[in-house]
T-cell receptor, first 114, second 115 residues
Framework: EAQVTQNPRYLITVTGKKLTVTCSQN?????MSWYRQDPGLGLRQIYY???????DKGDVPEGYKVSRKEKRNFPLILESPSPNQTSLYFC?????????????FGDGTRLSIL | AQTVTQSQPEMSVQEAETVTLSCTYD???????LFWYKQPPSRQMILVIR??????QNATENRFSVNFQKAAKSFSLKISDSQLGDAAMYFC????????????FGTGTRLQVTL
């Protein structure tokens, strides 16, 4: 089954403790992206990747890191999480990098930083 | 930068009735794509319908259709014969035609479906 898989689905942690949210897609998609969803703000892009070893900042990249060492994986890293990073996070992918390609979303990761 | 505005934070519709969700956007581009995503309580983001800006014909997917007014920069979603399973948050989104383009989302409209 074609899908985007995020782990974990839920995480409660404390300020400053490094964490990684994994994202994997099995559709051989070139484009991958991370979004965060906050009430009243919709979804905002954090980082995106057009292909292996090619990543770039989105609208709200501060406090986050990403890597794309393999085509299928695009982990989101919070080196020193803070409470303002408490949010619902989505990973998404699309076959190509052009705008006409619909994005497929993972099921989301709820992060709570205490 | 592009912006997407959904001016209705909440809407309500009775089962079997029709409801229209509004979306406007601001862009200086001529070629782009518009999407409606549905987010049920399960939190999944489900693509409902999409529209290419170069197409004049409004997109339709079963009970879902759009009214795309390019000059007015308006992209409303009409849900016909509403069902209880349509209750969700609905997001309008914009994506440029070019490479590496992100999705720009509106703030969402929460749709309630009542009996």
């Amino acid at each position: 089954e074609a899908q985007v898989t995020q782990n974990p689905r839920y995480l409660i942690t404390v300020t400053g403790k490094k964490l990684t949210v994994t994202c994997s897609q099995n559709m051989n998609h070139e484009y991958m992206s991370w979004y965060r969803q906050d009430p009243g703000l919709g979804l905002r892009q954090i980082y995106y990747s057009m292909n292996v070893e090619v990543t770039d900042k989105g609208d709200v990249p501060e406090g986050y890191k990403v890597s794309r060492k393999e085509k299928r994986n695009f982990p989101l890293i919070l080196e020193s999480p803070s409470p303002n990073q408490t949010s619902l996070y989505f990973c998404a992918s699309s076959l190509g990098v052009r705008g006409n390609q619909p994005q497929h979303f993972g099921d989301g990761t709820r992060l709570s930083i205490l | 930068a592009q912006t997407v505005t959904q001016s209705q934070p909440e809407m309500s519709v009775q089962e079997a009735e029709t409801v229209t969700l509004s979306c406007t956007y601001d862009t200086s581009e001529s070629d782009y794509y518009l999407f409606w995503y549905k987010q049920p309580p399960s939190r999944q983001m489900i693509l409902v319908i999409r529209q290419e800006a170069y197409k004049q014909q409004n997109a339709t997917e079963n009970r879902f259709s759009v009214n795309f007014q390019k000059a007015a920069k308006s992209f409303s979603l009409k849900i016909s014969d509403s069902q209880l399973g349509d209750a969700a948050m609905y997001f309008c989104a914009y994506r440029s035609h070019g490479t590496a383009s992100k999705l720009t989302f509106g703030t969402g409209t929460r749709l309630q479906v009542t009996l």
